[in-house]
T-cell receptor, first 113, second 112 residues
Framework: GESVGLHLPTLSVQEGDNSIINCAYS??????FIWYKQESGKGPQFIID?????DKRQGQRVTVLLNKTVKHLSLQIAATQPGDSAVYFC????????????FGTGTQLKVEL | EAQVTQNPRYLITVTGKKLTVTCSQN?????MSWYRQDPGLGLRQIYY???????DKGDVPEGYKVSRKEKRNFPLILESPSPNQTSLYFC???????????FGPGTRLLVL
């Protein structure tokens, strides 16, 4: 079936290092992708998005890369900080279907001091 | 402050007792949606609404109802809650299709 998945359930990094969180998607018709951050006890918070006509988008300390050939999405966080510790979800939006987002199960990012 | 609010944040109830979780957004968004989050299953869409009086089923609609009488409100109704509806529920809103969805803080529901 169609799914959005993640390669690693938990990622531990040292403070100051760069983090890379990966995501695989299976629906080649998906045209919009979003990364969310979810801290304990809170709702998902928008980080960055990218449309399928792009392969890279940068924000503040974050970069999203999209490889449509292999249906792969990644989130890069530069100079990871303790406040970045959270669960990160990728989500894909399929055209039509009422703007439904399909989420992966999430990657737990742990920043070690 | 632009936000999505949900009430209550925590709720313990018993099987069969009807309940409503409210959701409200102040961003004039057309699109609203309800998700449930369960360990190992991620976020799954229950129902969504493209605009006032327009609602449709998501991936897991069984046991839930919604209504959209006003643009800002999108309540989730459990007519006869069952223990398998114990979960963390999130409401989200978006300016429209293919646009970013913004989430509320969540409602943790326990059905005994």
């Amino acid at each position: 079936g169609e799914s959005v998945g993640l390669h690693l359930p938990t990622l531990s990094v040292q403070e100051g290092d760069n983090s890379i969180i990966n995501c695989a998607y299976s629906n080649s018709a998906s045209d919009y992708f979003i990364w969310y951050k979810q801290e304990s006890g809170k709702g998902p918070q928008f980080i960055i998005d990218i449309r399928s006509n792009m392969d890279k988008r940068q924000g503040q300390r974050v970069t999203v890369l999209l490889n449509k050939t292999v249906k792969h999405l990644s989130l890069q966080i530069a100079a990871t900080q303790p406040g970045d510790s959270a669960v990160y979800f990728c989500a894909e939006n399929r055209p039509g279907g009422g703007n439904k987002l399909t989420f992966g199960t999430g990657t737990q990012l742990k920043v070690e001091l | 402050e632009a936000q999505v609010t949900q009430n209550p944040r925590y709720l313990i109830t018993v099987t069969g007792k009807k309940l409503t979780v409210t959701c409200s957004q102040n961003m004039n968004h057309e699109y609203m949606s309800w998700y449930r989050q369960d360990p190992g299953l991620g976020l799954r869409q229950i129902y969504y609404s493209m605009n006032v009086e327009v609602t449709d089923k998501g991936d897991v609609p069984e046991g839930y109802k919604v209504s959209r009488k006003e643009k800002r409100n999108f309540p989730l109704i459990l007519e006869s809650p069952s223990p398998n509806q114990t979960s963390l529920y999130f409401c989200a809103s978006s300016p429209g299709q293919g646009r970013t969805q913004y989430f509320g803080p969540g409602t943790r529901l326990l059905v005994l």
